[in-house]
Each structure stands twice: as structure tokens, then as C-alpha cells.
């Protein structure tokens, strides 16, 4: 077997109980929710007396135990259909994919510019541990790792968007503007500076003290001194020894940070009024719309488990002490 | 002062802010009698402008002030209870996981990915979306999503110790399994799972105050995430109504970051 499958064997090995978990905690609250999918639909249509109710219970199998209510909904989920939303009048599954590629790009370059401007300053703080701008750096990015995203947003918001007026103060692009092709893709990356901005914050900071600190670490390795004692010069040390090293554990903690990011750009989405994934959850909650959120939960865990297989494909491609398959 | 004279500066600005805070909490009735969401003055009253509204009013004339010391309390409440419902959760799961080994750890460490897998903002959002929210639930919520850390680190710690030689020796007085796991491994596992006690805090503050600014806080209660939130509708005519509670925020968890880290350094000073 080529290694590339018998690695993703082995992950979705992994993968599948921990969504069916993930599946049995969703139902678990499904049935803790108060009220039903009757209930929800009597409320929409107005007036229906019990007897028509509990005839509508017994056809959508509702007055049955909870096993087969489980059974039910799994077997519905493992054919794709997430439900119906109540809030949306329309199939779960329709309104999640619409607002995930908008989520997913906010994700990506958030990730995407926290790690480069992240590690890079790190390795301008490692290269010279102690140094002022070692100290300049590290305090800078503890103070930035405690501001909460959706103040930051708010306060960038105050900067450029009311007192500057440089960038729009919400939303994914300009109303009805008519814009086409790179008109249109410039438009939205002016929409997007700066809910990226706040989302990134945070893991810039991570980043950068992560690179750091393992940059710190590996100084005091022999083989820094090997490198020194055979004349190589101090960039090509810190470039091509130490900053390489250190990158991995980054690495691995981009994988380990998707599932907090999706978090976070619920509150940062919200800010910024972008009609997104993370916005999906705290409408789902607010409108009472259970299916919805469950359905929610259940992609971000997905999202969460394919980003961390991608991540640990790059590591192995960068690391060959743990080339995949092997 | 020993405890002082152990820390180093990073410590001790952190121990500083955080006791300036506890104090905040704990005079907030006096310094600010009565109830923090009544209106007493006039609305969007600028800071520094009055003498009764030192921090100003807000958009419907409730004092700035006495809202930030009053949530000083809320934050510190539910932060310091679901960080410590997360570590005693993620304790128990994790030395059961590692002192059962085999099929129990292997349930229990997929269960433990499981949460790790889904948000743990959207874990207490669900959370709250059936419990509805009050203080005792928001704890509840937020320790939902922040237990796993505990538990994997519990759990490798238990593994280093299962094969000391106080485990074999309370195996030969007799002492059964789960007596041992919880009365000798876990008292011993505990140092290294407590040092998470600082991260868990700064989540617990940073997932309230982002739940509190949806509108999922306890509507009961004064709390810095929904006073951004409240002052978020007149951002254009008073936006220091949004950022001071944010600044509050800023300030305490960088305090509880300063202190862990300073409290980190020391334990590896003295073994």
C-alpha cells in the first residue's frame, strides 16, 4: 500500500471515533433543548390541536425512545442531511456550505499572515536572546496575547473606519456596487484587513513567543557550537539551523490552534457583520434554532480534523525524522 | 513576603494587578453602593467631565465606574471557578485514563479529542444555549470547553509515575486500584497540571467576556463583555464606552499571564 494511503487510513482510524463522539454529545443536546422539531413547526404554523400534533410526533417518529430517535438522526447524517432549519426555513446543510467559504478564507489568511509576521519577528528575537529587541518583542507580544479579538476589532473599527474613514466598517463587500472580477476581489480585501487584523492578533503573538523561545532553547544546543567552531557565518546559522528547528513546534501548534480560531472569529464575525460560519453559531443560539447549531458544531469538528491532517502532512514534508507512512 | 521576594518582576507586577483587582471585586459595594445597572445621571456623560461620574455615564446614564468595579467581580467569579472546574475535571480524566490504561484510556482519550476538537467557545455557547445563562452555568459552560489540556497533561504525568516505587509499595499494603490512582498518583501528578491554572484562568476571563458580548452573559449582572457590547451602539459618538471595560480586560489577563509565568520561573528555581 502507497504510505500517503495507509496514513490517511490510519487518521480516519483515529477520526471516526471522535466524531461519533462528537455525534453522540450533539444528540445528548438535542434532547436537553427544550421542545422538538413539532414543536417548532407548530409554532410557525399557528393553530394545530394535540390530536393533530401527536399524529405529526408519531409520522416524523418522535414518540419513539431515544435509541431509535439516534438512529434515526445518524443514519439521516450519514446521508448528508443535517436537518432543517427553523430559523432559515431551509435545509442545515444548504446554510452552512454558503457561509463557510467565507469563514475558511478569513481563517486562512489570518493563519497565514500570523504565522509569517509571527515567526519572523520571533526569529528577530531569537536570533539574539536577551538582546533589547529580544526584550522589546517579548514584551510586546505578551501584552498583545491578552487583548480579546472583538475589542481589538472594535478598536480598529474606531481608528480606520470611523476617525480615518480608510477602510469599510463592516461586511464582506460593498452593497449592490456592481463590481466584477478584480474590482470586486479588491473590494472584499478591504472588507477583510481588518477582521483579519483582529483575529490574527492574538496568534502573532503565540507565534512569535513560540519561535522565541525554542530559538533560545536550541542556542544552547552542541551542535549551534559545532556550527560556530566550523566558521559558518551567524545569519546562515540562525536562517538555516536554529530558525528552521524551531519552526516545527509552530507548526504544530497552527493545527493545534484551528479549533480556537474557528472560535474566535464567531465574536470577530460578529463585529464586523461578515455573514459567515462563525456568525451561523451565535445566530443559530440566539434564534433558538437547535438543528442549526448542532450542525454547526459537527463541521467545525470536521474543519478542525482536516486542517490537522494537512498540518501534520506539512510537518512530515519539512521534517523527514517523520516522513508520513513510516 | 516570601512569596514576593521568590518572584521575579514579571511575577510581581502580576501579583500586583491581580491584588488591586481582588480588592476592586471584593470594596466594589462600598466604593459603589447600590445597583451598577441603575441610571443615576445624565446619558453619555464624558469621562473626567463630573465628579460624581469619574469614568462618565453610558448611553442610558448608568455610571461607567461603578459598572467596571462591579464586573471586576463577575470576571473574577466565573473565571476563578471554571478554571478550577476545568483542572479538577480534567484531573480525575486524566488519572483514570492513565492509571486504568488500556480500553478505559483509550475511551477516555478519544473522548477528551472530541472536545478538542470542537471549539471550545462553541462548546459553552451550546452550553448555554440549553442551560440559559446565569453564573453557576456559565462555569459550567466555559469549563466544558477547557478541560482537555488538564487531562492530557494529568494523564502524562500519572504514566511517569505509574511505575515508581510508591505505587508498587501502596499495591503491596494492599490499597485497590482506584484508591491508589486517586489518594498516591494524583496528589503527585498535580504540580504540572496546576501550572495550568494561569492559561485556564485567562481563558475562562476572555470565553465569559466574549459570551457576555453576544448576549449570552447573565443579563442579571454587570459584566465588562457586554459593557462593549452596550457601548458598541454609540461607537461613533462615544467610543471610550467600549474601551474602557476592553482596556479592564487587557489589563487582567495580562496580570494573570505575568504572574503564571512568573510563578513557572520559581517552581523550576527551587525543586
Known sequence: MPPLVSFFLRRLATALPVLAVVLVGSFLLLEAASGDAVDSYVARSGSMDAEQIAQLRQEWGLDQGPAYRFKAYASALAQGDLGWSTAFERPVASVILERLPVTLMLMGVATALAFFIGSLLGVVAGANPGSFRDRFLSTGSLALYAVPGFWLGLVLIVIFAVDLRWLPIGGIESVASGKTGLARMADIGAHLILPVASLAMVYLALYLRLMRDRMSEIWRDPFVKALKARGLSRGRIVWRHVARNAVLPVITMLGLQAAAMLGGSVVVESVFAIPGFGRLAAEAVARRDTPLLLGVILCSAITVIIVNLLVDLAYGKLDPRVRVGR | ?271
Open chain 2, 1 to 271: 513576603m516570601t512569596f514576593w521576594r521568590m518572584l521575579n518582576w514579571e511575577g510581581r507586577a502580576g501579583a500586583a494587578v491581580l491584588a488591586v483587582l481582588l480588592l476592586m471585586a471584593l470594596l466594589a459595594p462600598w466604593i459603589a453602593p447600590g445597583d451598577p445597572l441603575a441610571i443615576t445621571g445624565e446619558p453619555m456623560l464624558r469621562p473626567f467631565a463630573s465628579g460624581a461620574h469619574i469614568l462618565g455615564t453610558d448611553r442610558l446614564g448608568r455610571d461607567v465606574f461603578a459598572g467596571l468595579l462591579h464586573g471586576t467581580r463577575t470576571t473574577l467569579l466565573v473565571a476563578c471557578f471554571s478554571a478550577a472546574v476545568a483542572l479538577v475535571i480534567g484531573s480525575v480524566v486524566g488519572t483514570l485514563a492513565g492509571y486504568l490504561g488500556g480500553f478505559a484510556d483509550t475511551v477516555l482519550m478519544r473522548i477528551t479529542e472530541a472536545f478538542q476538537t470542537v471549539p471550545a467557545f462553541l462548546l459553552a455557547l451550546a452550553a448555554i444555549s440549553v442551560t440559559g445563562p446565569s453564573v453557576p452555568t456559565l462555569i459550567f459552560a466555559i469549563s466544558l470547553g477547557t478541560w482537555t489540556q488538564a487531562a492530557r497533561v494529568t494523564r502524562a504525568e500519572v504514566l511517569s509515575l505509574h511505575e515508581r516505587d510508591f505505587v508498587a509499595a501502596a499495591r503491596t499494603l494492599g490499597m485497590r486500584p482506584l484508591e491508589i490512582a486517586f489518594r498516591e498518583v494524583l496528589p503527585n501528578a498535580f504540580g504540572p497540571t496546576a501550572s495550568l491554572a494561569a492559561i485556564s484562568v485567562a481563558a475562562a476571563i476572555l470565553i465569559e467576556a466574549a459570551l457576555s458580548f453576544l448576549g449570552f452573559g447573565d443579563p442579571n449582572r454587570v459584566t465588562w463583555g457586554s459593557m462593549i457590547a452596550e457601548g458598541r451602539t454609540v461607537l461613533r459618538a462615544a467610543p471610550y464606552l467600549s474601551i474602557v471595560p476592553g482596556i479592564a480586560l487587557v489589563v487582567t489577563v495580562l496580570g494573570v499571564h505575568l504572574l503564571g509565568r512568573g510563578l513557572s520561573r520559581t517552581e523550576r528555581l527551587q525543586p
